[in-house]
């Protein structure tokens, strides 16, 4: 069996720079304008302890605030933003996230201490880049090493980028 791929033991885990964070009584409009500085696709929404309550992504402040005509420099984070993301933990193995992240369609896991507290902020698309090498070379059960990656170097060389990023997450998960 495979030894699982930690968070933590990511060497990107400790070298992320802090998320975005902000209120739920922040105004889009200065919301959108920090993740606009720090070209960022998010920010996330703690509460006073640093506790994480929701996310605001780019697409929430588009479908949420754009497309319905409201003002950024009137609408509250808490009126758009998603709350109760789903968070994860330094010690959470990175193979079941990218899963868990590819099923239920979302990009953002704020990722917390043992004290619940906001430490860090994973893409789904870092979790790519950071384990593809390793699960890339990873044998497939029950096949000769060899050949299950001859195969997955072959079709992902010549799937191209995004229909390569799908086939990547569709051998990924055939893979463990």
């Known amino acids: 069996m495979q030894q699982p791929m930690l968070i933590a033991d990511r060497p990107e885990f400790a070298q992320k720079p802090p998320p975005l964070t902000c209120s739920p009584d922040d105004m889009i409009e200065a919301t959108a304008q920090a993740m606009s500085a720090y070209n960022y696709g998010c920010a996330v929404v703690v509460d006073g302890e640093n ?39 330094a010690d959470d193995d990175v193979v079941d996230w990218l ?18 507290k906001l430490v860090a902020l994973f893409t789904l698309g870092d979790f790519v880049a950071y384990t593809w090498p390793e699960l890339f070379w990873r044998p497939a059960a029950n096949s000769a090493p060899a050949q299950a990656s001859l195969d997955m170097r072959t079709l992902l060389l010549i799937a191209g980028s995004a229909a390569g990023y799908t086939l990547l997450m569709a051998l990924l998960f055939n893979l463990t």
């Open 99 to 116: 899963r868990i992240m590819s099923n239920e369609r979302f990009r953002r896991l704020p990722i917390l201490d043992a004290d619940g």
């Open 51 to 89: 506790e994480v309550i929701g996310i605001l992504t780019e697409r929430d402040i588009l479908t949420r605030v754009v497309a319905v005509h409201r003002s950024p420099a009137q609408t509250r984070v808490s009126d758009v933003m998603t709350a109760n993301p789903r968070t994860g933990r």
